[in-house]
């Protein structure tokens, strides 16, 4: 009954946030967050994919699910890697992070 | 769809993983080890997978719907677990220096041969890119493995998140041309888009852009490179080279056998996007390189470049080029790991890693000197080298697909990259050193040294039983195209 | 309009609106409250997808686990004290190359025919997807534990305090 | 013919035996390099006398013999990829064999004495090893790829042996700047030769791409480029005009070097380059030789004019090489062989005798500027009078070998070529003997103008002389095969020209006016420069003030080589650079942060502040997707 334009039009946006985000955050906690939009936004697409066109195999629900598994596993050891940073600089903003250039 | 598996034919892999695990293990409570002969453990587990690997040599097999065990499988694997053995030895004495937690370490390398095993094996694309994940985030956690290290917590974020970044985009492409050609294998792919396109052609476009962008992330082609230099510059060197090795040559065989299988039918039309960016790449790394002072950041640009002749190779894809791109591949490989044991072996003695550091190594080191002088003349395509034999067969592919003034830029840009490496070559040899003493000798990096250099002038000189396997190697992948597509799809103008 | 299609709108605009919150919400907090609300607006969509079991991951993995990670790590990287602006100084140009990505987007997946029926979202019952999960697509399934296996293990190295820290 | 593989193997085991070993052999391995070559050049004779046993009447069979290096199918193509490493004898090749092992001989005995005591001697012949072998690879390849590995080969070794002494700043210049001006060319010549390769009978085979060529497979203007392009590896090794600007520099390796590499034998590589190929050239629009004899007439000019000003003697003789160089080039433009490889004969002779002696000089007073020397015959009487036979070589006066190959080019010159080539050759001959008596005069004759250097002038021992009174033997008597009779005489049916010109009758011809004319002006302009030059050369002096500009410009090399550091700071590294701030600045920074802050870049500091941002990095991938998706969906739907 939802056509599945609505679906993809709606992860697109979703995509395009994360996308701003990642460019404008100087947090490295928040470029994260609006990385796991962008996933968020993969993972819709995948799954009205697979509901919509292609029942019989459902390929992207899956891949839909591994998604959430990458993305979980990415949070985990970003934060971890964002954490060292802090406790060794004391800053959690990326553009602070420049020390390798040219 | 129930189809029984043959989970034997991931025996390496398992052994990889397992030998991860039996690592970590060892370490934790066996202290007496010694971190140093952590290394050689690994290197040997690693080595041991990939002797198992073997064999599958002529073997044509598959693993349910997901992955080949074929030649071209067994070649990268080979390669893989060769890599990776290398940088095992290689990190020993670094990591007894430098590093925290070396169990971890090498399981980590471990890990990661195991994602790039699986990305030359995949073929589809849930197992490709999980794969793809493995390796990258084995490479995110060792990038940052100098846990006090600014450079090294530095290089690792920007590594991590522009990774994440750049997946997310790849993936949204993967998600584009699942909708459209309603599979992820590479060859139901292939067979939907040599056919009639015209309806999906939007999201078939747009998803194909994205993926060669994801793609291209992973290789480190321009403008996606950004991250390369930083990330190269702060990782512990032993994981520089890791990277510059194994992740381009997993990256590679995935982004060769998803080309020359999938969208192998669209080749008109994303040939001159993959020209492009190979021009943009060439130009920039080898450009960029001669202002460089670091040597891990001169070895990234200049692995910038190299990408630009690889990419040339998918350009003028064929089966001729798909075997000349993954012999460069190979002489690339062996090339730098040759060059990285030389700028590792003088930071273990040193500590130093700017190239105005490298005067009068000549003098202290004359056998390193010669060595890395070698790898760097072989990097520029000198002859006598495997730089220059691999690069002519691969130019001399592109000509022959009509990419001739494609060949004439790189032919122009690899004689630029002569000019960064005379630098480097000059400050060995005619820099006065602070101190005359000679650097005691470890013996076995200096044998891993003699083989790598061994096997650069093998390929240089006599490169033909080396081409042969990696012929059999490509032909998997273009037969099996022909069979289930059923046309012949070799030779595509 | 349906009222499945009402429904959808309702909870495209909560996502929506949760998505814009993180990306321009001032206060670090509330972006994070904002992703939430993103989240748990997509677990929705999974449901009007007819993927139920989507949808409980969803809520449990991320709504749960994973944005508790987010906010405990913006405690101890003390984000709220960070001084200066949110936003980098790019802002002009990441909006327009967004705005254009977006056009671009929407223009391809509108002009696509796509090959299937777009009309209605398909049942797929719980017990296929744990079928398949660990007969066809058990070799994923075996790799992802080792990526959460290695998140796991860089974790923890790298997060761990060491002696004389 | 089948040893022949041999003459490059042997010099080559040398090599090796002395790269790893070098150091533990008894006198670091001189012996071992010196019975290497002694060995290559007896190997010469066998082969010589074979080609000759073959010989059908007067038409010689060239001898060829190769094996499969690399052998691949093309799936594309369909066709065999081969590569051969194959020998190939014709009797082009004897003549090179015959200069490079018996100079290269020559050279090395003399450099026992020459080099003796140096810290780096055993280095010195390891690489003199190598360069052997590698020069004979060149000559004696059958296919282009070989051939450009030896090429390349070579100008690696000239590369070491130029910054032999690399504590000297201005030798490692030098080396650096003679490997990338020939690297230039050597661009060139590769991608000739993949050009010819591509269009051509799938075979790097030298002799099937000249009868593909012609038999008219090649299209014309494909030809012609590819040609041209070969023609500019050979314009960058012999140092032609505008690649020249290395050769004279190259002067701070050893001498012995200089005389072996930079006179007698790889600068000539590309004349005997163009020698081999020399079947296309005529195939080509004519334009290609045109191009040829221009180069060789702008060289020749140049050269000579450059000559007049310079005072380091080792220079003066590169000057000369050039000259000479360019001479050759002028013969291969017309379409002479024969006469462009007696001269290459000739002057492997005569230069390396100038050369050697020069070095004796050298190695007697320490000191290589003319304006300090003078007066050195009393005390030098066997380098002297060798030195005279080679300056009168040079300059080309009866009845010395120079003369006779010299006439050869001007006869062809004045038959083949309009008028003005002809005048032009003519005018540098006055020059030539202008600026060679100057050297010769400036050098040994006259009061002494440094009298330590003249104090501490003796005669080099036997190992220097001897091999000094051959070459000044072969010098005065080499020209001598342009007679049949001699030719004959000495095993070569119908003469050294039959020989050279393969299945192409043509003789050596003497042309009584064309030689009384050089000869005039060539000794007129040797004792024009007596004139000038003897005792304080007081006229030279006041004609140089006379005319200040034009010594200026000479003695600045025509400011070549400040047009070319202007280039490369400007084009090459500023591109470099132009790009690296492209990538810093406009991507990084510019088109991210520009329009907010554009006050942020007046500063150095500013752009520091900006570089090595995470944001940025994103945007470089964002802008790069949305390019690559904007322009596949716009160019492909």
Redesign the interface.
């Known amino acids: 009954m939802i056509p599945i334009d609505n679906f993809l039009v709606l992860s697109a946006i979703l995509f395009s946030l994360g996308m701003y985000g990642v460019l404008v955050r100087r947090n490295a906690v928040l470029i994260l967050m609006s990385v796991e939009l962008m996933l968020q936004a993969v993972a819709i697409n995948f799954v009205a994919f697979a509901v919509y066109l292609n029942p019989e195999t459902f390929t992207g629900l899956i891949f839909g699910i591994f998604v959430i598994v990458i993305a979980a596993a990415e949070v985990g050891l970003a934060l971890a890697i964002i954490l060292r940073l802090f406790r060794n600089r004391q800053i959690s903003n990326v553009d602070e992070a420049d020390l390798m250039k040219w | 769809?129930?189809?029984s598996?043959e989970w034997g034919l991931?025996a390496p892999e398992f052994l990889l993983?397992g030998w991860a695990a039996f690592i970590?293990l060892i370490d934790l409570f066996w202290g007496g080890l010694g971190k140093e002969r952590l290394g050689w453990l690994a290197a040997i587990g690693v080595v041991a997978a990939g002797g198992l690997s073997l064999i599958w040599v002529n073997d044509a097999k598959q693993?349910?719907?997901?992955?080949d065990i074929n030649d071209y499988t067994t070649l990268f694997r080979v390669l893989f677990t060769g890599i990776g053995a290398t940088i095992c030895i290689l990190s020993a004495r670094y990591v007894r220096d430098r590093l925290?937690?070396p169990g971890?370490y090498y399981?980590?390398i471990l890990?990661a041969i195991?994602?790039a095993n699986?990305m030359a094996a995949a073929h589809e694309l849930?197992?490709a890119?999980?794969?793809l994940?493995?390796l990258s985030?084995?490479l995110?956690?060792l990038t940052?493995?100098a846990?006090?290290d600014?450079?090294s917590?530095?290089?690792?974020?920007?590594y991590?998140?522009?990774g994440?970044?750049?997946?997310?985009?790849f993936?949204?492409g993967?998600?584009?041309i699942?909708?459209?050609t309603?599979?992820?294998q590479y060859a139901v792919i292939g067979e939907v888009l040599s056919g009639d396109t015209s309806?999906?052609?939007?999201?078939?476009?747009?998803g194909?852009?994205?993926m060669?962008?994801g793609l291209?992330?992973k290789v480190a082609a321009?403008?996606?490179h950004?991250?390369t230099?930083?990330a190269y510059?702060?990782a512990p060197i032993p994981i520089t080279a890791l990277i510059s090795a194994l992740a381009k040559a997993a990256g590679f065989a995935f982004f060769l056998k998803l080309f020359a299988v999938a969208f192998l039918p669209l080749i008109d039309?994303?040939r001159y996007?993959i020209a492009g960016l190979s021009v943009a790449t060439m130009?920039?790394g080898n450009?960029?390189a001669?202002?460089?002072r670091n040597v891990k950041r001169l070895l990234a640009y200049s692995s910038i470049g190299q990408v630009g002749y690889l990419l040339l190779g998918i350009a003028a894809l064929?089966?001729?080029a798909a075997?000349a791109l993954v012999l460069h591949m190979i002489g690339y490989v062996v090339t730098n790991l040759a060059a990285f044991t030389c700028v590792i072996l003088y930071y273990n003695w040193t500590g130093k890693e700017e190239i105005e550091e490298y005067k009068g190594l000549a003098e202290r080191a004359p056998y390193v000197a010669l060595c890395l002088t070698i790898a760097l003349f072989s990097l520029a395509g000198?002859?006598?080298f495997a730089g220059f034999?691999t690069k002519f067969i691969l130019?001399?592919a592109a000509?022959?697909?009509d990419l001739?003034w494609l060949?004439?830029v790189a032919?122009?840009f690899s004689?630029?990259s002569?000019?960064y490496y005379?630098i480097l070559i000059?400050e060995m040899?005619?820099g006065e050193p602070e101190e005359k003493t000679r650097f005691q000798t470890p013996w076995l990096e200096y044998t891993a040294l003699t083989v790598l250099i061994a096997g650069v002038f093998l390929i240089g000189l006599?490169?033909?039983p080396v081409?042969?396997v990696v012929?059999d190697a490509t032909a998997t992948i273009?037969v099996s195209e022909e069979l289930e597509s059923g046309e012949d799809l070799?030779?595509v103008p | 309009m349906t009222y499945e299609e009402a429904i959808f709108y309702v909870i495209a605009a909560v996502t929506v609106a949760g998505g814009l919150g993180v990306v321009i919400a001032r206060n670090v907090i509330h972006s994070a409250l904002f992703l939430i609300m993103a989240l748990l607006g997509v677990a929705a969509v999974y449901v009007l997808l007819a993927s139920e079991f989507l949808a409980i991951v969803q809520v449990l993995v991320y709504g749960g686990a994973v944005t508790i990670l987010i906010l405990f790590a913006m405690m101890l990287t003390r984000v709220r004290d960070t001084a200066g602006p949110m936003d980098g100084p790019q802002r002009p140009i990441a909006a327009l190359a967004a705005t254009i990505f977006l056009g671009t987007t929407v223009l391809a997946v509108t002009q696509t025919e796509w090959r299937g029926n777009t009309e209605e979202a398909t049942v797929i019952s719980i017990y296929e997807i744990g079928e398949v999960l660990f007969t066809t697509w058990a070799m994923p399934f075996e790799i992802a534990s080792l990526v959460l296996m290695v998140s796991l293990i860089g974790a923890i190295v790298l997060a761990r305090g060491e002696e004389g820290e | 013919m089948d040893q022949a593989w041999l003459i490059p193997a042997i010099p080559a085991a040398a090599f090796a035996i002395l790269l790893i070993f070098g150091p533990y052999l008894p006198r670091k391995g001189d012996w071992l390099a010196i019975a290497a070559i002694g060995a290559s050049f007896i190997l010469v004779f066998p082969v010589l006398a074979d080609l000759l046993d073959q010989a059908d009447g007067t038409t010689y069979v060239a001898g060829e013999k190769a094996w499969e290096w690399i052998s691949f199918d093309l799936a594309g193509v369909g066709e065999k990829f081969e590569i051969e490493i194959g020998f190939y004898v014709d009797p082009i090749t004897i003549v090179m064999l015959a200069v490079v092992t018996l100079v290269a001989l020559m050279v090395q005995v003399y450099s026992i004495a020459y080099m003796k005591g140096d810290s780096r001697y055993g280095w010195y012949f390891t690489v003199m090893s190598l360069f052997a072998a590698s020069m004979l690879l060149l000559v004696l390849s059958n296919n282009l790829l070989l051939l450009y590995a030896g090429w390349e080969a070579v100008g690696f070794c000239s590369f070491l042996l130029i910054g032999f002494w690399w504590e000297k700043r201005s030798a490692a210049e030098a080396a650096k700047k003679a490997f990338i001006t020939t690297r230039i060319g050597d661009v060139g010549l590769l991608i000739g030769i993949i050009m010819l390769w591509l269009e051509g009978p799938n075979t790097f085979n030298i002799q099937e791409i000249i009868t593909f060529a012609e038999e008219g497979g090649y299209d014309n203007t494909y030809l012609t480029g590819a040609v041209l392009l070969m023609f500019m590896g050979a314009l960058g090794k012999s140092g032609q005009f505008p690649l020249h600007v290395w050769l004279p520099d190259a002067m701070e390796g050893p001498t012995p070097v200089s005389a072996l590499i930079h006179a007698a034998t790889m600068v000539v590589a590309g004349v005997y380059l163009v020698a081999r190929m020399l079947p296309l050239f005529e195939v080509a629009d004519p334009i290609a030789l045109d191009v040829v004899l221009v180069v060789g007439l702008t060289t020749v000019m140049i050269s000579a004019t450059m000559g007049l000003a310079a005072t380091d003697i080792k220079r003066v003789i590169a000057y000369s090489t050039l000259n000479s160089l360019g001479l050759m080039f002028v013969a291969l433009g017309s379409s002479a062989v024969a006469a462009a490889m007696l001269y290459l004969f000739v002057h492997g002779f005569f230069k390396a005798l100038l050369f050697l002696g020069a070095g004796s000089v050298i190695h007697a007073t320490k000191e290589q500027d003319m304006n300090r020397l003078g007066g050195l015959a009393a005390k030098m009487p066997i380098t002297a009078a060798v030195f005279a036979i080679g300056t009168l070589a040079m300059i080309g006066i009866i009845p010395l070998s120079g003369f006779w190959a010299k006439d050869e080019v001007l006869v062809f010159a004045k038959e083949e070529q309009n008028i003005i080539v002809y005048l032009v050759l003519l005018s540098s001959l006055v020059i030539t003997g202008l600026y060679m008596t100057r050297l010769f005069v400036r050098t040994f004759l006259f009061a002494p103008r440094e009298q330590a250097a003249y104090d501490h002038a003796h005669e080099g021992g036997l190992l220097i002389t001897v091999p000094l009174l051959i070459l000044g033997l072969l010098a005065t008597v080499g020209g001598f095969v342009v007679f049949d009779e001699v030719g004959e005489a000495l095993g070569f049916p119908g003469g050294f020209a039959q020989f050279v010109f393969l299945n192409e009758a043509h003789e050596f011809e003497f042309h009584l006016d064309t030689a009384i004319t050089s000869s005039v002006l060539a000794g007129g302009g040797a004792v024009a420069g007596w004139i000038l030059w003897q005792n304080k050369a007081e006229l030279a002096a006041r004609i140089r003030d006379r005319f200040a500009p034009v010594s200026t410009l000479l003695s600045n090399r025509y400011y070549i080589d400040e047009i070319y550091q202007f280039v490369i700071d400007r084009i090459v590294l500023g591109l470099g650079s132009i790009i690296a701030w492209f990538d810093r600045v406009v991507v990084n920074d510019g088109g991210v942060d520009g329009s907010a802050k554009l006050g942020y870049f007046t500063g150095f500091e500013a752009k520091f502040l900006q570089t090595g941002r995470l944001p940025n990095y994103a945007l470089a991938i964002v802008v790069g997707i949305l390019v690559l998706s904007i322009a596949m969906l716009v160019t492909q739907v």
Do not use: C, H
């Open positions: 769809m129930s189809t598996l991931l993983a970590i693993f349910g719907e997901l992955a925290l937690n971890e399981a980590l890990l195991v994602g699986g849930l197992t890119y999980i794969s994940e493995l985030f084995s995110y956690a940052a493995y846990k006090f600014l450079r917590n530095e290089g690792g974020l920007k991590m998140l522009l994440a970044f750049s997946s997310a985009i993936l949204y993967i998600g584009l699942y909708g459209t309603g599979s992820t309806d999906i052609e939007w999201g078939m476009y747009l194909l852009a994205l060669i962008g291209g992330f321009v403008p996606f950004m991250y230099p930083d510059e702060g039309d994303w996007f130009a920039l450009l960029v001669i202002q460089q064929s089966q001729d075997s000198m002859p006598l034999a130019f001399q000509a022959d697909q001739l060949a004439a032919a122009f004689f630029v002569l000019y005379l000059r040899y005619l006599y490169p033909k081409f042969n012929e273009f070799v030779g």
